[in-house]
């Protein structure tokens, strides 16, 4: 497992019960996640400290329960990486701090091409990996279907002193963009993709994961320039093995020399050897040499 331990304005303080509480930054949350099964918690205590709590409704749905006043948003950093929270419905703040692990892999390719690379980021939410991507020197296209992410995700470009890089903010169904790109003969050395569930374009167009991961790998082979440097598949779709990701790329890649490899990511909890498990990824990566 890939584990993103080098944070410091994040932390798992203790997990039980079917929920963790996390400091980011100088504010501590409570909120549920389905992986933790276990029921005894090592820091009682602690637990008291927390600013505020996501409680789901037995109704469906949930909200938050603020134990105090908290700012509207508040910054994390993450190496020379600037970011914006907000506590949002269906207990997100705008991060998933396990990412961390694909943010410093994607820079280190980026970097060591030492060439322009042109990245394609999918699903791009706020943009965690279009500002990682950008700060190692890359241009980046974001594509998201929502224009309240894809604002939140420029003011965490802007955060990060990265707003003079080249970045193109698109609001639109993804496989139509992509689609578009290929009648366009447009090109790029890198795609990122984080695929939901289960999502709806903007204009209401229907996104199923198993129904149509396969197509869009296939179609996004299209648009990849002669020389590649990567290709990566983010999921945190349950019950879908990090293989199969793996077997996508197998499959669509074949023209490509390359190495192929997947996995899971997580987060640690700090003084514990517990790791939360957070997600997986199947990656494609150029050789060096090849």
Request: proline share 4%; charged share 25%; with cysteine.
């Amino acid at each position: 497992m890939n584990i993103a331990k080098e944070w410091k304005d994040y932390e798992i303080i203790d997990m039980a019960n079917g929920e963790k509480l996390e400091r980011w930054g100088n504010i501590k949350l409570i909120r549920p996640d389905p992986q933790i099964i276990w029921k005894e918690k090592s820091y009682p205590s602690k637990w008291k400290d927390a600013d505020a709590r996501y409680q789901r409704s037995n109704t469906g749905g949930g909200g938050w329960d603020y134990k105090k006043r908290l700012p509207q948003s508040w910054q994390v950093i993450y190496k020379n990486l600037t970011f914006n929270i907000k506590p949002m419905g269906f207990k997100h703040t705008g991060l998933f701090p396990e990412q961390a692990v694909n943010w410093d892999w994607m820079i280190d390719k980026i970097k060591n091409s030492k060439r322009e690379i042109k990245v394609l980021n999918l699903f791009a939410y706020t943009g965690g990996a279009t500002v990682a991507c950008l700060s190692a020197g890359a241009s980046v296209c974001h594509v998201d279907s929502s224009k309240g992410m894809t604002t939140w995700a420029k003011e965490n470009v802007e955060s990060s002193g990265l707003r003079d890089r080249p970045v193109r903010f698109i609001i639109d169904d993804v496989i139509k963009f992509v689609q578009r790109e290929i009648r366009r003969e447009n090109y790029y050395d890198a795609i990122i993709m984080d695929p939901p569930s289960y999502g709806r374009g903007k204009n209401g167009e229907v996104w199923q994961f198993e129904n149509n991961i396969s197509e869009l790998v296939e179609l996004c082979t299209k648009v990849l320039s002669k020389d590649p440097v990567f290709f990566l598949i983010n999921s945190y779709t349950t019950g879908i093995s990090s293989k199969v990701l793996e077997n996508l790329l197998e499959i669509n890649m074949k023209k490509y020399p390359g190495k192929i490899s997947s996995g899971e990511i997580g987060l640690p909890m700090t003084n514990s050897k517990l790791v939360l498990p957070c997600g997986i990824y199947g990656r494609w990566e150029k050789i060096n040499g090849t």
